[in-house]
């Protein structure tokens, strides 16, 4: 250019009068509307994310813990609803328990009041039992009652040994095994019915006492000798509630193509 200072000052002219505007200009004086978005940057020149959660994240966060809530309040009323019917069982078993203690102890009074009077001769003196001997069956009995296991299987392992001759040998025999099989030792379960059995098979818990041995073989996976002995109960006591057990029993097992 022969004339750059004319130029200069020609071109300070033009863009005085407005006739002239850089992209740069206009952009600022148009309040940044043209401007390109401003993105922040990361460590290392990345775009950095952004650090509030969108409202859908929020709305489904906040439905999840609703779902979560109405979840727990459904499994705490199972839990009650459970806990309840357990509670009721076992008083059910209590019940169940002092009923047939009251009922066999009445059984065996009567059974030598009974063999007196078909007697012509004079009738044997009843077997005398000791306050000591009552009470130490009377605690045994009321751990079983309770739900004390452990404590009632010692106690009429207790009994047996400390009375052999007394006439509610037969009957600590019984809850013995009952506690056993509650505890789930169907060894020992079994050879304690299997015992009272055979030393007295007239006893008045006889019928129970051969069921649970059909229960314990069931228990152990010994089916053949189960329906063996559940059939016995059938066939020797018909019409008591041990057949009928006995029966569903059997039942059960041909179901379960045992």
Known sequence: MRHPRRFAVWMAGVLAAGLFTPAWAADASSGGRNLPPVVEMGVGGAPAASSTPSREVLADLLQQLESLQTEL???????????????????????????IDRRVSELERRAPAGAAAASAGPAPAAPVITVQEQKDYDTAFSLMKQGQYDRAAKGFRDFLANYPQSTLRDNARYWLGEAYYVKRDFRKALAEFTRLMSDQPGNPKAPDAMLKIGYCHYELGEWARARENLNQVMARYPGQPAAKSAEQRLAKMKKEGR
């Open 73 to 99: 309040r459904s499994l705490r009323g199972q839990l009650e609803v459970q806990t309840n019917e357990i509670e009721r069982l076992k008083a059910r078993q209590r019940d169940l328990l002092a009923d």
